[in-house]
């Protein structure tokens, strides 16, 4: 503290940065959504120039289910969390750590969205201590040619900070280290106190000042939103659980994406769809996506894009990459690539030859290729194996896509310990890296395949608040949905969304037709903690043999991956 005498400088008014304290904070949880999803670990680092004060971190019992693909980010298991205190426990204990300190947190939204939700929760007034998010502050700061990505990964390796781990305590540490640097890059521009960094983050357009009031009349409630330009044309295309709330963000400093604020430039107008909730929301962006295909959008603007592995109708059939599925087709992949990597795989598994000839079902006498001088392939084009002797690599194909077995993948599975027996750890990695992504594949084709076999399935989540969400779904697409509120007897809702439902014709294919991505967005939502079956056609039910046995392999693998990813950034 400067002498009772002494001036103050210039870049000493206000609050210096110096002499700010920073409560940096992470969280983990078992979903994205601060209203039906629960916080799992807390880790907070508190710092004051530069120098540690405390630290707190703690496991929290979510008092739900964790989802498998939350624990494979995380390495937060059921088991880790079974005798940790509860979110009663350990909020007060974080709120008294925190005090009046300045919140930091990378991407900032989403930590203090769900620290907001378990305030209102409890009873507890919500913080008001002043929140900087250190993605906004590396967007103001830094170029593109700095970093072409603003994650915390991307950053902790621009800065050579700690290695984040999607550990709440790790993470905090490396946002701490991000945040530091940050500052001493904003000190070069003459930001010295907590006042003029307050000042120096905001960044609205003229153009997103003007056009504030497009957000005026919109409902709050869950919807789809359409930016439309000066012909009427759409422009963008977006979802919110509050559409006047989402949208007002875009006319704020908060919007500091420069594709989006150009597309804001151009709007002259937002049309709402208000829908019963984020599930309806999601299936139409999805619809609207493929109809409209808006310029300002980067992803899902052909919902129906996917590529299929197929056995050729031939005497020695071999696996083709296709667009168009038919019964019988693996699938869906997200790129050709990650296909026609599938097809190798399976080849080399199973047996199935890789060349693309038509073989006579008798008398070939073409020439073996190298692949069967290698003793991967048994040459049928020369004549060398029956279609008798052939047909067994075919079954092998055709159980694992039905689900009834899975030998390819148990021979995968062997060629990989066979590798790691021989010490071949660098053809062993790759060879786990690719069975993995087979399994995921086969095990999500197999999921979606049995979600759109089904004539009609009726599924209800909680709202939170004593209410029931519903979706009616048939062949896998989203036909009714709605919601009975606290007091509303539920089901003659049910009965009544059934019978507005839309009707739904099968098609061909796994998918029945259906777009794989909305068929995938289905079967999130009723995976979510907490979803009920109402009815189904009949049950539904994944075949016994599927892929769906190897996920505890899966995850194992995945965290093998992931260790030897962090070592090697060691």
């Known amino acids: 503290m400067p002498a009772r005498n002494s001036q103050l400088s210039f870049d000493e008014l206000g609050t210096p940065l110096r ?20 916080i799992t670990e807390i880790g907070a680092v508190k710092v004051r120039g530069g120098e540690l004060l405390g630290e707190f971190t703690t496991l929290v019992d979510p008092q739900r289910g964790i989802p498998p693909e939350v624990v494979r980010l995380t390495g937060i298991t059921q088991a880790m969390v079974h005798d940790a205190p509860t ?22 939204g989403f ?25 906004r502050l590396a967007r103001r700061v830094l170029s593109k040619q700095d970093t072409p990505s603003c994650r915390l990964s991307a950053l902790a390796t621009l800065f050579n900070a700690r290695v984040p781990t999607h550990r709440a305590l790790d993470d905090a540490r490396a946002t701490v280290d991000v945040l530091h640097a940050l500052l001493e890059r904003v000190g070069a521009v ?38 439309r330009g000066p012909n009427n044309e759409v422009l963008y295309i977006g979802t919110a659980n509050n559409l006047r709330r989402r949208v007002r963000q875009y006319f704020t400093a908060s919007e500091t ?61 071999r696996l083709s990459v296709v667009k168009v599925p038919r019964d019988g087709a693996l699938g869906p992949f997200r790129s050709q690539r990650a296909a026609h990597l599938a097809a190798e795989a399976l080849q080399g598994a199973s047996g199935l030859r890789a060349c693309t000839q038509r073989i006579p079902a008798v008398g070939a006498a073409g020439r073996p290729c190298a692949l069967a001088e290698l003793d991967r392939c048994a040459a049928p084009c020369a004549g060398r194996q029956s279609v008798a002797e052939y047909a067994p690599a075919v079954q092998a194909i055709t159980e694992l896509i039905t689900g009834t077995a899975a030998s390819p993948l148990e021979a995968l599975a062997a060629q990989l310990d066979q590798l790691s027996t021989e010490q071949r750890y660098e053809q ?40 029931w969400r519903f979706a009616i779904a048939r062949y896998g697409r989203l036909a009714s949905a709605g919601v009975a509120e606290r007091g509303v007897a539920p089901m003659p809702v049910v009965d009544a969304l059934t019978a507005a439902a839309e009707t739904v014709l099968p098609g061909p294919g796994p998918l029945r037709g259906a777009p794989p991505e909305e068929v ?32 505890g392999w899966l995850a194992t693998a995945t965290e093998a991956r992931d260790r030897a990813m962090v070592l090697a950034r060691d």
């Open 520 to 551: 995938g967005v289905l079967s999130r939502w009723l995976a979510k903690p907490g979803t009920r079956l109402v009815r189904s056609s009949w049950p539904w039910a994944e075949p016994a043999g599927a892929a769906g046995r190897w996920r």
């Open 257 to 317: 994406r420069p594709r989006l604020r150009e597309m804001v430039a151009l709007a002259t107008d937002v049309h709402a769809v208000p829908c019963a909730h984020s599930l309806e929301a999601e299936v139409r962006e999805l619809r609207l996506l493929a109809a409209h295909r808006p310029p300002y959008n980067r992803r899902s603007k052909n919902p129906n894009r996917a590529w299929w592995l197929v056995l050729t109708e031939e005497a020695f059939p």
């Open 111 to 135: 930590d203090t969205g769900f620290l907001r939700a378990a305030c209102q929760q409890r009873g507890y007034p919500r913080p008001r201590s002043t929140v900087l998010c250190t993605v």
């Open 428 to 467: 062993a990695a790759l060879r786990r890296d690719g069975l993995a992504a087979l399994v995921r594949a086969v095990d999500r084709g197999q999921r979606l395949a049995a979600l759109a076999a089904l004539p009609e399935l009726v599924a209800a989540q909680s709202d939170g608040a004593g209410g």
């Open 190 to 227: 003459g930001v010295h106190s907590l006042e003029e960094l307050v000042d120096y983050l905001p960044e609205r357009t003229p153009q997103q000042r003007r056009k504030r009031t497009l957000a005026k009349g919109l409902p709050e409630e869950p919807g789809v939103y359409l930016f």
């Open 87 to 108: 979110l009663d426990t350990v909020l007060p204990a974080f709120l008294e750590f925190a005090g009046d300190a300045v919140l930091v947190a990378h991407n900032a």
């Open 19 to 38: 002499e700010t304290t920073f409560v940096v904070f992470d969280l983990e949880t078992t979903g994205g959504s601060a209203e039906s999803d629960a």
